[in-house]
DNA sequence: TATATTTGCATCGTACACGATTTAATAGTA
DNA sequence: TACTATTAAATCGTGTACGATGCAAATATA
């Protein structure tokens, strides 16, 4: 009822806002090894487990608009992680393709999991709660990302 | 070992840089109403609970640095719901006081946590899901933003 | 088959994030 | 006191996010 609701620590919003980003930063020290950011390493994750799928099926597995992957897959395509092709069956769309460079880090990346794992149990993050968040998490990703079609 | 570490739903990373969007997405209209974005609501929750403090103290509590806060704090200056000033016993720091405007939003804010956690009921996420959530997100924003002072 | 609608992507404008640097004011110290 | 170090903000450059709009290709429908 009172003010107490509107107090920062209150609300779920401002916890989740700030450790997204301090996981993110937490990610940086590997990710900046490989010279790329960490949206980037999304995309790259997404295309390790499908290489050749379009922009719009990018765009689905991460909840993001071409709005800001379009630009973005122009980055990676500058930096040689990818290549863009247009689709003969369909002009419309474009396949994203993993250069052998793009490959390449996908090596680099395989010990990100665990290092990452180590810091944090190093700083006395439980790893319970890592996985439970995970659980948690994923089940919301479901239920907030569904209705959101239009 | 495997590539399975490597998959998107397996890392922490998605998970909670997905749901911190899709939470602020179901946040927006709320704020649409009141004109402000996200991180502006940050910004005036914690003026609310501390009115005429310095940026550096804003900047601690929301874990921004003043290359975020300082361009965000000059447009909430022009849209008149704050006022910056330089203090007077310490010519460096800048006074970042409420407008009748900016505490005004306060009534209208008032009710957002409520009709936010309808939103989210209703989209069938567990109460107990987001108390614990909040639990451990606070122990993690602790833990994370520690040693990261230098 | 001509036209309307939908789809896939790109672009534009605005607002964050954040590493790095700059500037001015204060504090510390020889 | 003169000089150095620290501190508080601001600025710069790059890279996301995202609502809105534009455009061309494909599909649907009269």
Not at 101 to 106: A, D, N, R
Request: with cysteine; net charge neutral.
């Amino acid at each position: 009822m009172g003010d107490s609701q509107l107090k920062l620590s209150n609300q779920i919003c401002f916890p989740i806002y700030s450790v997204s980003r301090l996981i993110t930063k937490a990610y940086k020290p590997f990710l900046d090894k490989m010279g790329i950011t960490y949206p980037q390493y999304l995309v790259l994750m997404v295309l390790w487990e499908n290489d050749g799928i379009i922009v719009n099926q990018i765009t689905e597995k991460l909840l993001l608009n071409t709005n800001t992957l379009s630009p973005m897959l122009k980055r990676m395509e500058k930096m040689e992680l990818i290549e863009r092709n247009r689709s003969e069956k369909d002009e419309r769309s474009v396949i994203i393709k993993l250069t052998a460079k793009g490959k390449e880090l996908k090596k680099q990346a395989a010990d990100i999991p665990n290092e990452l794992g180590k810091v944090l149990v190093s700083e006395n993050v439980e790893v319970s709660d890592i996985m439970h968040l995970k659980g948690v998490l994923n089940e919301w990703i479901e239920i907030l990302s569904e209705n959101k079609e239009s």
